[in-house]
């Protein structure tokens, strides 16, 4: 028996955008929790946290993009042309904090709070036109047989926002839960506090995206109510409360790492449920992976190489992470 290459790149493009979700989530949350902190030494420290292993996050997201254009073109082809304005805005998001990234730390105190702006700001803007674009996928979008057929501003719908606003908060929460592992005392019990509502709205997103997509479509709530996809999906919400009820649960005693999981656990659930909403289509509502799929021959060549490149970028990726482990002090890190 053969390999169905479509769906093993498919496994591994999803298994890079989650690992980006997973890694860059956090350090973008960091930036959105920026405007909630004003002490120049605490902001320091929370930038800090993710110094070390920072610009290493973002190569899920080149893999994830570089996958989709080997293996699948012509999805990848439809999905720029439908999402290429979000998609530029979200570059030029992780442009300006990257470059107020280093800035920052170079700046007088009289420069200081303009890069700490652009920090926030770029933030705010990267994380919002992923989560347009999260939203106008699920949507899906407008196609003439394989082609894409819509406007350059089809994205640019209520449901396509709110999930941006929706991923302002799931990232700002992936944020605060890992800065409460790894700072201490008053950062610490500041965090905790923006950890508890966070996680309450997070909740209120979730349902409300619960809600609100099968009753925009029909097909995907046909898909979600059916053998044997109900049997999947039905554990989802049930795991999503009680996920929901253990973080905050945790957050009244002295919590360390096991918010950071509970919460990486959350948007877990959520990647799964988008799953089952849209599998087999890689574009939705109509593109499969088999349709969209390069000719084996390409898809053979580009595996080798993947299959060469995700285990050094997962050892050290997993590598900086262990010798940075730990708190981090005041005063201590990047320069």
Known sequence: MGVDLPILWAIIIVFGLMMYVVMDGFDLGIGLLFPFIRDRAERDLMVNTVAPV????????????AGLFAAFPLAYSVLLSALYLPLVFMLIGLILRGVAFEFRFKAD????????????????????????ALGAFINGFRM?????????FDWLTPFSIFTGFGLIVAYGLLGACWLIMKTEDALQRRMIELARPLTLLLLIVIGIVSLWTPLAHPQIASRWFSLPNIVFFAPVPVLTLATAWAILYVLQ??????????????LFLGYSGLGISLWPHIVPPA??????AAPPQSMGFALVGALFIIPII?????WSYYVFRGKVKFGEGYH
């Open 54 to 65: 920072w610009d290493g996050n973002e190569t899920w997201l080149v893999l994830g993009g």
């Open 109 to 132: 105190a009289a420069h200081r709070p303009i890069w700490d702006l652009s920090f926030a700001i770029g933030s705010y803007v990267a994380t919002f036109c992923q989560g347009i």
């Open 314 to 318: 997962l050892t050290y990726t997993f």
């Open 253 to 266: 005693r002295q919590p360390h790492a096991l918010p950071f999981g509970l919460a990486l656990f959350l």
């Open 287 to 292: 593109m499969s992976l088999d349709q969209a």
């Open 144 to 152: 003439n047989g394989l082609t894409y057929a819509g406007g350059a």
